[in-house]
């Protein structure tokens, strides 16, 4: 399981009202989401260029409900902060996030239905 004390804590967390009974669940869905990073390989740790701070990260949580309003789950996303890098010294590719299985099924059923 991963290690996620080493990672920052979002502030938004902070400013939730959750019950103690809750917050382990937070914790659960950051190693989840540290495990499932780890598990498809998502990044490549290289020796730090000198003279350059790293780029910080931070955790974006949210609790997804039902209709009727209980809670569905728990997610939480260790997201970069992009902000302070620059274009070409920073960066050369940009990664964006594949489409849900979902969306290509729908997508795939309207074009058969359109031949």
Known sequence: MANIEKFPKNKFIGSLTIKNSGRHLIDQAMADELNALAQNHT????????????????????????????????????VAKGFTQYEGFDYQKTFSPMAKHVTIQAFLLVAAIRN
Request: hydrophobic share 30%.
């Open 43 to 78: 990044w490549v740790l290289v020796p730090q260029p000198p003279h350059r701070k790293p780029i910080g990260c931070k955790w974006v949580c949210k609790i997804k409900h039902y209709t009727d309003g209980s809670i569905e789950q728990y997610k939480a996303r260790l």
